[in-house]
């Protein structure tokens, strides 16, 4: 029995060392790994905060470019797009008065950064008079839903077909065939070419029909020094007339071209002198000199008939 107590307490001595063995070859080992996991750790906190960091910094500049975004491209406020002074529109019956308004009023939506849902809105603002009442009529016809999501071409073409039609469109093609240069400088004429041009499509439709037209509608002092035939497009055309300008008034600084003057007649015709001849033989009263007597009457003259010089009747005296 006592030998049995003994075996058990042996064992249990040993499980105790072996115990103790092993707490201590653990903690040796988490000694020896300390440092390294450490290590880690560390690295995989610093990972994370990294990747937060990061994150919130990319959040930070997409706020950051929305704002910007927003307040370059916020919505155009009445009040901006008529501090660019677009021009009102009257109602004229005017093909190119008509086009210049519809250009003018195109640029002013681009300086304003107007949006394209409001450009029907601040445009028909600008309608005066006639024009006014004519949008007030169609708008009436639309209907207020339609109004309000009409695009600017939708409101162009009618208004364009209406304000231009194909009478003016035939006038404006007929000055353009009879278009001369006369006292007009290159500039000024060249505009007035330009205006009437682009509704001449039919007339004067490619580059080569343009310099064409616009060549022959020169002064004879331009067209004999300018070559149509040499240029390719129209602006090497009017550059070409607008340096032969150039010259032409330094000519006339050098004295080199001087205005014409009116002959003076030294030998007048023998119509002329038949006038002044018939000019000395009146009175200023406008009776000629009679060739007969001599003297100044009008009607037969009477010289060696009987009767009296005034009347012809005899019967009282008379003077021969």
Known sequence: MADAVNVNDDDEARRNEMRTMIVEEVEKTIEASISRLAQEVEGQVLG???TLVTSKV???KEMINELQTKKSTRRCTYKEFMACNPLPYKGEINLIACQRWISSIEAVFVRSRC???????VATGLLQLQAKDLWDAHSKELGDDKVQTLTWQEFKEPFLKYHSPQSAIDKIQEDFLRLRQKDETIDEITNKFLEKVKFCGEIAGTER???IRYHAML???YREFVNPSKCAILNELINWARDREIELRRQVER???KVAEKPTNTNPSKKAKYQDQ???GKTSSGIPTCKTCGKHHSGECLLGKKGCYKC??????YYR
């Open 48 to 50: 994370v905060f990294d």
């Open 58 to 60: 990319e959040e930070l």
């Open 115 to 121: 949006e394209v849902e409001d450009q029907v809105m």
């Open 209 to 211: 029909l343009k310099i």
């Open 219 to 221: 002064k004879a002092e």
């Open 255 to 257: 004295g080199e071209k």
């Open 278 to 280: 018939n000019r000395k």
């Open 312 to 317: 012809g009747q005899g019967g009282h005296p």
